[in-house]
T-cell receptor, first 115, second 113 residues
Framework: NAGVTQTPKFQVLKTGQSMTLQCAQDMNHNSMYWYRQDPGMGLRLIYYSASEGTTDKGEVPNGYNVSRLNKREFSLRLESAAPSQTSVYFC??????????????FGSGTRLTVV | AQSVSQHNHHVILSEAASLELGCNYSYGGTVNLFWYVQYPGQHLQLLLKYFSGDPLVKGIKGFEAEFIKSKFSFNLRKPSVQWSDTAEYFCAVTSYNTDKLIFGTGTRLQVFP
């Protein structure tokens, strides 16, 4: 099925460990995003990539890095995980057309716990 | 910087009651506006969106929203809620000049039979 695929769905890390969250879309979208969702804080933008080869910081980039590997894939890396990074992470993508953005599509999320 | 405010953090209603959830944004340019819903344990689903034209937008499941440019608002409404509408609702905004989709903090809606 077409859409946004995130892996893994669940992960437990120890403080200081590193990991990469993977995201891939098969809708030929040009823009991709990483969000984190925390209770009472909504979804906050970590990083985004407007097009292949570009990445930009969002609202809460500290402690994260991203790679736009190609048009389909956008990965999020935690170099040294901290308990404050315990959250649910969502990847999203959209196609920018004349007149604005249409159809942001979200992945099913990665629930990350850092102990 | 863009921001989105949702003033109702938690709303409790009985079935058949009317619903209005507030959303205000701060951006002076041309915006695209969205309402998303997240049912328990699920990811976000698009309820409706506004790009241009008629400021009254109709979405899925009987929801609608009205864009009032002078008030920077995009409130979500439903005339008669159902128990199955229990979920968290998020307002979001983006614009032509930025590639960022910014969300509000969400409103948790509980509907009791």
């Amino acid at each position: 099925n077409a859409g946004v695929t995130q892996t893994p769905k669940f992960q437990v890390l120890k403080t200081g460990q590193s990991m990469t969250l993977q995201c891939a879309q098969d809708m030929n979208h040009n823009s991709m995003y990483w969000y984190r969702q925390d209770p009472g804080m909504g979804l906050r933008l970590i990083y985004y990539s407007a097009s292949e080869g570009t990445t930009d910081k969002g609202e809460v980039p500290n402690g994260y890095n991203v790679s736009r590997l190609n048009k389909r894939e956008f990965s999020l890396r935690l170099e040294s995980a901290a308990p404050s990074q315990t959250s649910v992470y969502f990847c999203a993508s959209t196609l920018r057309r004349t007149g604005g953005y249409y159809g942001y599509t979200f992945g099913s999320g990665t629930r990350l716990t850092v102990v | 910087a863009q921001s989105v405010s949702q003033h109702n953090h938690h709303v409790i209603l009985s079935e058949a009651a009317s619903l209005e959830l507030g959303c205000n944004y701060s951006y002076g340019g041309t915006v695209n506006l969205f309402w998303y819903v997240q049912y328990p344990g699920q990811h976000l689903q698009l309820l409706l969106k506004y790009f241009s034209g008629d400021p009254l937008v109709k979405g899925i499941k009987g929801f609608e929203a009205e864009f009032i440019k002078s008030k920077f608002s995009f409130n979500l409404r439903k005339p008669s809620v159902q128990w199955s509408d229990t979920a968290e609702y998020f307002c979001a905004v983006t614009s032509y000049n930025t590639d960022k989709l910014i969300f509000g903090t969400g409103t948790r809606l509980q509907v009791f039979p």
